[in-house]
């Protein structure tokens, strides 16, 4: 009996080490072949780098540090803010309640959003990933109840061939909460970053959105999901809507703000 428990132990034993040396082997004829590189600067890194290189990591680490205003989204000092808000956005009017962010927009963030506009949507792993950890520690997380993600017009979206905000929509992680689609652009509007002023930027997105009839928003708390945040012209016209629409709370949720540096 003890001789046919110990054949028993050796053969798993035999098993286990050969299936560890497969597996090295294919691992390593992956990387001959494939060889893993950067998504944002093309440089080779290695397998467990998890898609970006070491100074890419570096920065974006950079970009996503630091305290920042919940209701404008812009760097601040939780230790000046008055009712919530930073000196800058006090006499503002907002039509979203609360907003969280992935960081500012700059040096491999701010490339990486770029190029994600340009249709290279393999970067929603790591984009989706920093946007879900800045959903995770808002203060608003446990109220959503949509996702609702800015819409593009449709002749746009049939030129880029998706959405970039829709795409981020999808890798965030809530146990409760659905992406809707409901809010529509019902205009075509020009470029925001060719507009110079927030007064343009607002003027040329007014009454461009619209919800679709047999929208489900009348009392819900949702949450707007944006690639980038200016001036918050596009944000402040979404929510504006979807609260004539009923909504009762409109969080947004961007991965970059623009317009500053950490």
Same mark, same amino acid.
């Given at each position: 009996?003890?001789?046919?428990? /110990?054949? =028993? ?17 294919? /691992?390593?004829?992956?990387?001959? +072949? ?67 962010? =992935? ?21 929603? =792993? ?25 819409? +593009? ?106 317009? /500053?540096?950490?």
């Amino acid at each position: 009996m003890y001789i046919f428990r /110990q054949a =028993s132990y050796n053969t798993c034993v035999d098993t286990t080490r050969l299936r560890e040396v497969f597996t090295f082997f294919v /691992q390593g004829l992956n990387h001959l +072949l494939w060889p893993a590189v950067c998504i944002n600067c093309r440089q080779s890194i290695c397998e467990t780098d998890k898609d970006l290189c070491k100074d890419c990591w570096d920065e974006v680490l950079f970009c996503t540090a630091g305290d920042y205003c919940p209701r404008c989204g812009r760097d601040a000092s939780r230790y000046g803010l008055l009712a919530g808000a930073c000196p800058d956005c006090q006499h503002r009017e907002f039509h979203f309640d609360q907003i969280a962010r =992935s960081g500012v927009y700059d040096q491999a963030l701010r490339r990486m959003i770029l190029a994600f506009k340009k249709g290279r949507t393999e970067l929603d =792993s790591t984009l989706g990933f920093l946007a879900d950890s800045a959903l995770q520690g808002a203060d608003f997380y446990s109220d959503i109840e949509f996702f609702v993600p800015v819409p +593009l017009h449709w002749s746009r979206r049939l030129v880029r061939g998706y959405n970039q905000s829709w795409v981020l929509a999808k890798r965030l992680k809530h146990p409760t909460a659905k992406i809707s689609t409901d809010l529509v652009r019902i205009r075509r509007t020009k470029s925001q970053p060719t507009m110079a002023s927030p007064a343009a930027r607002a003027k040329n997105v007014a009454g461009a959105f619209a919800v679709r009839r047999g929208h489900d928003f009348a009392g819900r708390q949702i949450c707007l999901v944006d690639d980038i945040k200016t001036t918050g012209a596009t944000l402040n016209e979404c929510a504006k809507t979807l609260k004539e629409a009923g909504a009762l709370k409109v969080f947004a949720l961007v991965s970059p703000v623009a317009g /500053q540096k950490p």
